[in-house]
């Protein structure tokens, strides 16, 4: 069981869930990534991927070799402070560009939801300042505090059974978590709560 809990814990790794997100744009709901047009979409997913996974977990594992922090899970709060400060600066820098670089507007629909994952990024680094929360539970309930609203926006229910499907997968993180003893179920339902009040403020102001 540990086993799989691990692989859990890696495959739906907080970094790789606005990857996730901007995917399933792609597949299911494609006016989310306006205004970039539907030939494009796939390349903007792995530029995100490249910016927002691949270079915050080459900084955590140059930590690592530095000696900055004893193991890349980070168990000890103080750990994160500097890598999750360096993640969250990065992805309002990379928001930056893409607003000041590419032409996209504060209208347009991309530059909202990348605006939503910075949220939850500062909101990870800002709370890690004092207590330990599970990063794993604040990003997946930030992921389904986005997508649950939007079908109310999409009138094809194709986000329905995608919705389903991450409300299972958001349970199977939790009890990753909780089976690996990496954190407290406290420090899980902070986490779930945090991720989950910041999708849904940040969804009922931008949109």
Do not use: C
């Not at 930056?96 to 032409?103: H, Q």
């Not at 599970?134 to 999409?154: D, E, M, Q, R, Y």
């Not at 094809?156 to 179920?185: C, E, K, N, Q």
């Not at 991720?195 to 102001?205: A, Q």
């Amino acid at each position: 069981m540990n086993f799989i809990a691990k692989v859990i814990s890696f495959v739906f790794h907080p970094l790789l869930m606005v990857t996730y997100l901007f995917a399933l744009f792609a597949l299911y709901f494609p006016i989310g990534l306006d205004p970039l047009k539907i030939e494009t979409q796939w390349s903007f997913v792995l530029i995100i991927f490249a910016f927002t996974f691949l270079l915050p977990a080459l900084n955590i594992g140059l930590l690592k070799l530095l000696g900055t922090i004893r193991s890349i899970t980070m168990q000890d709060r103080r750990e994160r402070v500097l890598p999750f400060t360096f993640i969250a600066i990065l992805y309002v820098l990379i928001t930056y560009l893409f607003y000041s670089r590419t032409g996209v507007s504060v209208n347009d629909n991309l530059f909202k939801f990348l605006l939503l994952g910075d949220a939850l990024v500062v909101m990870a680094a800002v709370v890690t300042l004092f207590y330990k929360v599970s990063i794993h539970s604040l990003a997946a309930w930030g992921f389904l505090g986005i997508i649950v609203p939007l079908n109310t926006l999409s009138e094809d229910g194709s986000l329905f059974y995608p919705s389903l499907v991450a409300i299972v997968i958001t349970g199977f993180i939790m009890s990753s978590r909780l089976l690996l003893h990496v954190h407290t179920t406290r420090e899980v339902m902070v986490g779930s709560v945090l991720g989950l009040v910041t999708s849904l403020i940040g969804m009922s102001v931008l949109f």
